[in-house]
Nanobody, 121 residues
């Protein structure tokens, strides 16, 4: 069973920074795209950033220029550096492996517990 363990969330003031980490178990890590997702209260979970197995990245428009996704295949870990945080970034953040489908990207495994990010104004 593949597991994702997210960490690094917390409470930060607007304009601040946080770095999230996601450790994935198993040998699947290096061959899959990995994505960071978030879910705010009352909203659907959304894809925030994604990095492919060869390092190509893409971002939601709302975080472009502020967030950076990276991965360390040797450590089976994916990171999300979040700068210039805004109150609207407040959400629970999750990671998951992803595979391409006709409509975009589909997650591959069960969700972990996520990590809470709260940005105060």
């Amino acid at each position: 069973q593949v597991q994702m363990v997210e960490s690094g969330g917390g409470l930060v003031q607007a304009g601040g920074s946080l770095r999230l980490s996601c450790a994935a178990s198993g040998s699947i890590f290096s061959i899959n795209a990995m994505g960071w997702y978030r879910q705010a209260p009352g909203k659907q979970r959304e894809l925030v950033a994604l990095i492919t197995s060869v390092g190509s990245t893409n971002y939601a428009d709302s975080v472009k220029g502020r967030f950076t996704i990276s991965r360390d295949n040797a450590k089976n870990t994916v990171y999300l550096q979040m700068n210039s945080l805004k109150p609207e970034d407040t959400a629970v953040y999750y990671c998951n492996a992803a595979r391409p489908v006709a409509t975009g990207w589909s997650t591959m495994y069960d969700w972990g517990q996520g990590t809470q990010v709260t940005v105060s104004s």
